[in-house]
């Protein structure tokens, strides 16, 4: 049996686990925790405005996991995680009846692909734009434009991979499972790591055992708040202006606002007071 041990978001860097017992976390950013599980509060607190596009990327999730995994949510852990989120979402029972079909085969569909870009946003933060397209070209010129209007820099591949660390990422709050109950299943089912923060917890794993460890928390009754193969930042940049907050803000906005962008990560780490004003809260 591999070490393994739950422990708390750290205050400082150096607080990290050994880099000889866990190497894939030996650089973990401070409070990365809190700052994602700010990031999921935010998502689910979409406006109507946006339903749309929420729906369409839903829609696309679910196609592709279907297509994957097959369209039997009992057997398909990721899809039945995206069924749950269309339902809280309110998404229209025929849209995704229409999206599991599409990725059975039994309806049309469109051929997606899956491209990551990476590059630098204002203030020098590296971002990862995780999209999902039917066209490449058009999703190519879109982000590349939206990096240069923004003050940006789109580079090519492993531009800025090198300050993240790509593993599965999913949060349970703790009102979704006892720390015993989820430390065992998790444990059983290859978990790299699993955080403490005020809010939940934070389960790590390798990007190839997620779908198992995704089936597994389903299987013990342990609903998730947020489930996603992530781009973890290792090294972070401060951000304690205001402008600069709202210039990154407006950027990562414009981002998600792409029709085919299904996910954006991004290495800034600011306060709650902080960013909660950049946002207009």
């Known amino acids: 049996m591999k070490p393994w041990r739950l422990r708390a978001a750290p205050d400082s860097v150096a607080e990290i686990l050994p880099a000889a017992r866990f190497p894939l976390l030996a650089a973990l950013p401070p409070m990365a925790g809190h700052n994602k599980w700010s990031k999921v509060k935010r998502i689910k607190a979409v406006t109507d405005a946006r339903k749309g596009k929420v729906f369409s990327r839903l829609s696309r999730d679910i196609t592709l996991a279907a297509k994957s995994g097959g369209g039997d949510p009992e057997g398909n852990a990721r899809l039945r995680t995206l069924l749950l989120k269309a339902r809280e979402s309110n998404m229209p029972a025929d849209n995704v009846d229409r999206a599991v079909k599409k990725g059975t085969g039994e309806l049309p569909g469109v051929s997606y692909e899956d491209i990551t870009y990476e590059g630098y946003g204002p203030g020098g933060v590296a971002f990862i734009v995780k999209v999902t397209t039917d066209n490449k070209n058009r999703a190519a010129a879109a982000i590349r434009s939206l990096f240069t209007r923004h003050g940006g820099n789109l580079g090519g591949t492993g531009a800025v991979a090198f300050q993240?660390?790509?593993?599965?990422?999913?949060?349970?709050?703790?009102?979704?499972?006892?720390?015993?109950?989820?430390?065992?299943?998790?444990?059983?089912?290859?978990?790299?790591?699993?955080?403490?923060?005020?809010?939940?917890?934070?389960?790590?794993?390798?990007?190839?055992?997620?779908?198992?460890?995704?089936?597994?928390?389903?299987?013990?009754?342990?609903?998730?708040?947020?489930?996603?193969?992530?781009?973890?930042?290792?090294?972070?940049?401060?951000?304690?202006?205001?402008?600069?907050?709202?210039?990154?803000?407006?950027?990562?906005?414009?981002?998600?606002?792409?029709?085919?962008?299904?996910?954006?990560?991004?290495?800034?780490?600011?306060?709650?007071?902080?960013?909660?004003?950049?946002?207009?809260?």
Request: proline share 2%; hydrophobic share 45%; glycine share 6%.
């Open 164 to 281: 993240f660390l790509h593993a599965g990422q999913i949060l349970v709050g703790k009102d979704k499972a006892t720390e015993d109950t989820l430390m065992e299943v998790a444990l059983e089912a290859g978990a790299d790591d699993v955080i403490a923060t005020e809010e939940g917890f934070e389960v790590r794993c390798g990007v190839h055992g997620f779908d198992k460890l995704l089936q597994a928390l389903d299987k013990a009754g342990i609903k998730t708040d947020s489930a996603e193969i992530a781009y973890i930042p290792t090294s972070t940049v401060p951000v304690t202006d205001l402008a600069a907050a709202q210039s990154l803000v407006k950027f990562q906005e414009a981002l998600e606002e792409d029709e085919d962008v299904q996910a954006v990560f991004s290495n800034e780490e600011m306060d709650e007071k902080l960013s909660a004003a950049a946002h207009g809260e």
